[in-house]
């Protein structure tokens, strides 16, 4: 386990924090993220995990964002790496900052955003399950302090790859011994022994990713709405329509969780799933006609455009494929639609160019 120290500094920067920049000035204004970055560089852990946020998500600009965010996640983590790659973690950490270290060592050059990120030295040396070990005593430790639903779903979502890759399962089985069995991780219990197969580490994360979604967090909904679009598709096939309509509901149910929360992609499957009546996922596709509702998908095809992501701009392409109409009479709103896609997904542009 992470020889993890965390005393009460943490709470002493975020008492710190609150008085000379939230009380004062908010969260999101120019001026309070100016004074981030003052307070971060004067050694306020606090601030220095929301001054790597602000660099992580683009709110300032960095020719290598992500590894500038990365570092200051150390820091604020109260991590050093020496130059063999050890790591060593001292007592003044922001819990916080450790599942976002985690976030990068399981997203590097893997999935999210950071997909496709400029190198980042301390991570490429790492071998992936070495990065999901670690990522793992990581996420515990923040939660033994702190409920973080990110850091529910991620342990959910490690589990779940194990759960479906033998190898890595073998790897990483006595590192979820040693973590997770037998612990309360915000009010997700894992009995002890229930992580020595594939089926329990199946059955775990999604204890993990209910815990996560009931705390509001959107990746959780979706990634339960994932697990249920595979059920469907293999239910479709041995199973009566009750069972069926039961695994539909719970996937629509998910995936409202996270719609409802103007979260894009969500909100834009359901609005396909209203249009077309198709479920998707990795197994397959299956059409189901009588849960079409043109109404329905209106609704949530315009509920993915109020918080715009790059998953917005294919809103706003079903919006203007399967409702023309709106745009017939009204050429201004078409090219506002247009710019829109253009600036979020050039990619999606050029398809839309088409219709």
């Known amino acids: 386990m992470v020889n993890f120290k965390c005393n009460d500094q943490y709470l002493k920067d975020m008492d710190e924090y ?5 009380k004062k000035y908010g969260t999101a204004s120019h001026t309070a993220e100016r004074e981030i970055m003052i307070m971060a560089q004067n050694g306020n852990r606090v601030a ?8 992580f998500y683009k709110r300032i600009l960095r020719k290598n964002a992500y590894r500038e965010a990365f570092g200051l996640y150390l820091e604020a983590a109260d991590v050093r790496i020496d130059t063999d790659g050890k790591w060593s973690f001292g007592a003044g950490a922001y819990p916080l900052s450790y599942w976002m270290i985690a976030f990068c060592l399981v997203n590097y050059r893997r999935g999210s955003f950071i997909k496709d990120c400029e190198e980042i030295s301390v991570i490429e040396r790492m071998q992936t399950e070495e990065r999901m070990a670690l990522s793992v005593e990581l996420l515990c430790c923040a939660l033994s302090y702190v409920t973080i639903p990110g850091a529910l779903n991620l342990i959910g979502r490690i589990l779940y790859e194990a759960g479906n890759d033998k190898e890595l399962f073998d790897i990483l089985k006595h590192t979820f011994s040693k973590c997770i069995e037998g612990k309360d991780y915000a009010g997700v219990y894992v009995k002890e022994g229930s992580l020595g197969t594939i089926n329990g580490c199946c059955d775990a994360s999604e204890l993990f990713y209910k815990e996560a979604a009931k705390e509001g967090y959107v990746y959780a909904s979706n990634n339960l709405a994932l697990k249920e679009a595979d059920r469907i598709i293999t239910l479709a096939e041995t199973s009566d329509k009750d069972t069926v309509k039961e695994a539909v509901d719970s996937y629509v149910g998910y ?4 719609a409802d929360r103007y979260e894009p992609y969500a909100a834009n499957r359901l609005g396909l799933f209203y249009m077309t009546g198709e479920v998707i996922c990795k197994n397959g596709r299956i059409v189901l006609k009588e849960y079409i509702d043109r109404s329905a998908a209106r609704e949530y ?3 993915a455009t109020v918080y715009l992501t790059p998953d917005s701009a294919w809103a706003f392409y079903n919006l203007i494929k399967y409702f023309h109409t709106e745009y017939d009479n009204n050429i201004e709103l078409m090219n506002e639609h247009m710019d829109y896609i253009k600036e979020l ?3 999606v542009y ?4 088409e219709l």
């Open 48 to 55: 220095k995990k929301m001054y790597a946020d602000m660099i």
């Open 18 to 22: 609150t008085e000379k920049i939230y």
């Open 350 to 353: 050029n398809i839309a160019m």
């Open 345 to 347: 997904n050039p990619a």
């Open 255 to 258: 995936l409202k969780l996270s």
């Open 301 to 303: 095809f315009g509920k």
